[in-house]
């Protein structure tokens, strides 16, 4: 937990190998190579969408809303929902809340209240890879779906309900 922000993420493990940075050094380079520019591209081009068309089609049958809390900033977060929804429709409507939209990060359950209280809805699921994503589901009184049995001791510690490997196993829950 608490490394929900990738730039927070990649200054930790710099001073864990006994480095001093400051954090916008970090964000400066981060951003570099993950967004690359027009003559290199970024890492960014590399992502893979691990969500299948048959759990497109499960969540459209149900019509049930989409929005995405992410910790990403609000460029990067609709930008990455925007390639999503060229793959998978449900995306098309999908709300986001980037880290730039709440005061506190993940762990806090801010991001998912604020959806909450916006779409009139007593009832959500959180489906997240994170310790903080677990811990924004329970603080928000969302059910907590963990993705990953890799990690799946530090999902439940955190507070999730249920852990599954794959978001596409999500079709089964629905």
Not at 19 to 43: A, H, K, M, N, R
Request: proline share 3%.
């Amino acid at each position: 937990g608490g490394f929900n922000n990738d730039w927070v993420l990649a200054k930790a493990l710099i001073e864990q190998k006994g480095q001093t940075i400051e954090l916008q050094v970090v964000i400066d380079c981060f951003q570099q190579y993950y967004l690359g520019s027009e003559e290199q591209p970024g890492f960014i081009a590399n992502e893979t969408l691990l969500a299948d068309e048959t759990l497109d089609r499960a969540i459209n049958k149900k019509s049930l809303d989409i929005a995405i809390v992410t910790g990403r900033p609000r460029t990067e977060a609709v930008l990455g929902t925007e390639n999503v929804a060229q793959r998978l429709s449900v995306f098309k409507s999908a709300r986001v809340i980037s880290d730039d939209d709440v005061a506190e990060s993940k762990p806090s359950p801010l991001g998912i209240q604020q959806l909450k209280q916006k779409l009139n809805y007593q009832r959500s699921w959180m489906i997240g890879d994170t310790p903080d994503d677990m811990m924004a589901a329970r603080g928000s009184n969302s059910v907590a779906v963990g993705i990953g049995t890799r990690n799946q001791q530090a999902l439940v510690k955190a507070g999730a309900d249920i852990v599954v490997d794959s978001v596409n196993q999500l079709e089964n829950l629905l």
